[in-house]
């Protein structure tokens, strides 16, 4: 007989180390699932690193059977979210768990438990931590994820639903092949389409500088919270996430595929499409026992010296209110692709994620020829 599944806070190192490793014993067999970099997985879950967690509380937990764990979880509280969106929610995330039905619905109870301690209404997840990070359960496209997107094991929609949790939001990934992107992005027709948006629109679009990287970032983040601010569960990031944010993404930069948008010279939106180096980190295979040093020489290799990326995914985009339902957001959508048509190596393209309510994006992304490969899913369960 299996020995019964026990779950307690991760509160010494060895608690923390197991906690931290478990992704490569439960992936360890999944041909699509990509290795963070240690240090990223370390910077994502260290409290006092992570940005994020100045405004959040939580607690770390694992499940057990024995001495082997089966499971692990996080549960906090965004008090930032619940400001912003006069919500009184709380948060799981870093969830991942064997196909066991009893660990995962232990799991979601002691998380669940957490935040009913705390007085909450509802519980959310999973996010792993904010709308910025990990989002999401993946229930439809599991393939490779691509940079900055979650990914697990099929089963798992099944184990939280098995738990009490219904769907609160889907949101979607768009794919676009160079055959797709060519078919549609270049047609005259289209071409035609978007400088006729821009002219009557007084619509700009320049390239980011690359000689002035300090001063576009800075703009890059006066336009970020401008543009999401009204997005169903976005926060506007603070200073310093915004500044992790842009460290993050400048390690996979390329100014070709970063656009800024003026409407009469005055700043309305951006785009911004970076190589998806998941697929230099599924090469490299990071692993707890081997030395970062080692992952970043291979990574270096599959990367510039032998480069195999032929993805580019497209992670930011943003139109402020003022200048939206004047076609900024497909006219930077047109810019992007055909950057990305200019460069021979880039096969794929992934424009994600949207949320499954953003009619005018979804519309847009499907009208240039892609198609939805991917969704993920946040759970909720009401607690009162």
Do not use: C
Not at 87 to 104: I, L, S, T
Not at 137 to 164: C, Q, S, W
Not at 249 to 255: E, I, K, N, R
Not at 355 to 376: D, Q
């Amino acid at each position: 007989m299996a020995q019964a599944v026990t779950v307690r806070k991760v509160e010494n190192a060895a608690d923390f180390r197991a906690f931290f490793e478990f992704p490569w014993t439960i992936y360890k067999d999944d041909p699509n699932w990509v290795p963070p970099l240690l240090s990223m997985r370390r910077d994502q879950l260290d409290q006092k690193k992570n940005p994020s967690w100045e405004y959040m509380e939580g607690d770390y937990f694992a499940a057990w059977r024995g001495d082997q764990i089966v499971g692990t979880i996080a549960a906090y509280i965004n008090h930032r979210h619940n400001e912003f969106h006069k919500e009184h929610v709380g948060w799981f995330g870093a969830f991942e768990v064997f196909n066991d039905q009893e660990a995962a619905t232990a799991l979601l109870t002691a998380a669940t438990e957490w935040v009913t301690a705390k007085g909450y209404d509802a519980i959310r997840g999973p996010q792993t931590f904010t709308t910025h990070e990990d989002v999401g359960v993946l229930v439809e496209g599991f393939t490779r994820p691509v940079l900055l997107m979650p990914y697990n094991h099929p089963y798992y929609k099944d184990l939280i639903e098995g738990a009490g949790f219904t769907k609160s939001m889907d949101v979607f990934s768009f794919h676009l092949s160079r055959q797709g992107a060519a078919e549609h992005a270049t047609s005259d027709r289209l071409e035609r389409l978007t400088k006729a948006v821009m002219k009557r629109n007084k619509i700009t679009v320049r390239e980011i500088d690359s000689k002035k990287l300090t001063a576009e970032f800075q703009l890059f983040k006066d336009i970020y919270n401008a543009a999401w601010d009204k997005n169903w569960g976005f926060t506007p990031m603070t200073p310093k996430e915004l500044d992790a944010l842009v460290k993050s993404l400048g390690q996979f930069f390329d100014p070709r595929f970063a656009f800024f948008a003026s409407v009469e010279d005055q700043p309305a939106g951006f785009i911004m499409g970076v190589p998806d180096f998941n697929q230099v980190l599924k090469a490299a295979n990071p692993k707890p026992g081997v030395p970062e040093v080692v992952s970043l020489v291979r990574a270096l290799w599959h990367w510039k010296l032998r480069p195999i990326i032929d993805t580019a995914r497209i992670p930011l985009m943003g139109v402020k209110e003022t200048f939206r339902n004047k076609g900024v957001d497909a006219v930077l959508y047109y810019y992007v692709l055909m950057a990305l048509l200019n460069d021979p190596k880039i096969q794929h393209s992934d424009s994600g994620w949207i949320l499954e309510v953003n009619e005018n994006m979804v519309s847009i992304a499907l009208s240039f020829g892609s198609t939805i490969y991917k969704t993920h899913r946040i759970y909720e369960h009401k607690l009162k």
